[in-house]
């Protein structure tokens, strides 16, 4: 599933992380060469209905992907203070996300599905994950 839209939205957006990428850099950020606050987007899940018409196929598919976000705050190493950097990052990104459709022609807008804490490390860093989803249109003849 190829997401660069998503981080190309998210770029256009200037929501101030200092380091974005894919799934790819996921990784290596995680391992400790990250940059906060950063953001990566990942692909989840993708999921399609049945085609219910026969000799062309049209089938509604719903992806869902993740944006891992990485905070810190030295401040506090229990995580409360990182939480509330979080949250400066979170909304600005729903903002730029939610509702919006990058594929005019077969998609429609973007919903958010949830979030999570993933990691919180003992540096005061702490990892987040917010999934969003869209729906599009597939057809053929």
Do not use: C
């Amino acid at each position: 599933m190829d997401l660069t839209f998503v981080v190309d939205r998210i770029r256009s957006q200037n929501l101030g992380f200092k380091q974005l990428g894919g799934s790819a850099d996921l990784d290596a950020a995680m391992a400790g060469s990250v940059i906060p606050p950063a953001a990566f987007v990942i692909p989840l899940r993708e999921k399609a209905d049945p085609s219910e018409i026969t000799m062309v196929t049209r089938q509604r598919i719903t992806a869902g992907f993740g944006v891992v976000m990485a905070v810190m705050n030295r401040r506090d190493a229990q995580g409360a203070a990182s939480l509330v950097e979080l949250n400066a990052y979170r909304s600005p990104l729903r903002s730029a996300l939610v509702g919006w459709v990058h594929d005019v022609e077969s998609g429609e807008p973007m919903q958010f599905d949830g979030g999570n804490l993933l990691r919180l490390d003992g540096d005061g860093r702490l990892w987040w994950i917010d999934e969003f989803f869209y729906m599009s249109t597939f057809r053929s003849n």
